[in-house]
């Protein structure tokens, strides 16, 4: 069964997006455009992502004018995002739309991995939603060094300690990278 891993960019205060649902901050930190080869998913992981987190990536990168670009972030993998809507697609690139409860999505989700990790990169309340499932296997955090005053929390969830074990603490450039082993509740 594949592993599933919430991995994203937080301030330090917790804040994955500004009060805008902007992530300038996190590229406004020195070295952030250039991240380690050792923060990003695997080249064989299944990508997840929310709808929020999905729209500032075409909008911010202008993915659909410049759809080269997509294979510069994301290369093969496939993508999911999860929404409501009907939303554009860059030319080449491999993007799924799905709507509904993460829990009854999961089979679809693990399915189309086969034997690849699921990669949630983007949406606190989405990661949130594969715990309430008792699917989230990891938690993934490159902490930046920023303070935000609000904005979109990185887990909107309450996750006892009981429940968490520190598998890794290391610097990486001017960020803090944690990951944490989630035990179901």
């Known amino acids: 069964m594949p592993h599933?891993?919430?991995?994203?960019?937080?301030?330090?205060?917790?804040?994955?997006?500004d009060q805008r649902q902007s992530l300038q901050w996190l590229f406004d930190v020195p070295g952030a455009d250039d991240p380690d080869p050792s923060i990003q998913p695997p080249s064989r992981a299944l990508i997840v992502e929310g709808s929020s987190t999905y729209e500032w990536l075409l909008r911010e990168?202008?993915?659909?004018?410049?759809?080269?670009?997509?294979?510069?972030?994301?290369?093969?993998?496939?993508?999911?995002?999860?929404?409501?809507?009907?939303?554009?697609?860059?030319?080449?690139?491999?993007?799924?739309?799905?709507?509904g409860p993460v829990?009854?999505?999961?089979?679809?989700?693990?399915?189309?991995?086969?034997?690849?990790?699921?990669?949630?990169?983007?949406?606190?309340d989405l990661a949130g939603q594969f715990d309430d499932a008792g699917a989230l296997d990891e938690i993934a955090l490159t902490v930046a060094p920023v303070a935000l005053d609000g904005g979109a929390p990185m887990m909107p969830?309450?996750?006892?300690?009981?429940?968490?074990?520190?598998?890794?603490?290391?610097?990486v450039g001017p960020f803090a990278r944690l990951r944490y082993a989630v035990t179901p509740a």
Do not use: K, M
């Not at 410049?66 to 860059?90: A, I």
């Open 157 to 171: 969830r309450r996750i006892e300690s009981s429940r968490l074990r520190l598998l890794e603490a290391r610097a």
């Open 4 to 17: 599933i891993v919430y991995d994203t960019a937080c301030t330090f205060n917790g804040w994955i997006a």
């Open 103 to 124: 829990v009854d999505l999961l089979p679809e989700l693990r399915s189309a991995a086969g034997d690849e990790d699921i990669w949630i990169v983007g949406g606190g």
């Open 61 to 99: 990168s202008d993915l659909l004018a410049h759809p080269e670009r997509w294979q510069e972030y994301f290369g093969d993998r496939r993508t999911f995002v999860f929404t409501s809507r009907r939303l554009p697609v860059p030319d080449g690139a491999s993007v799924t739309f799905v709507s």
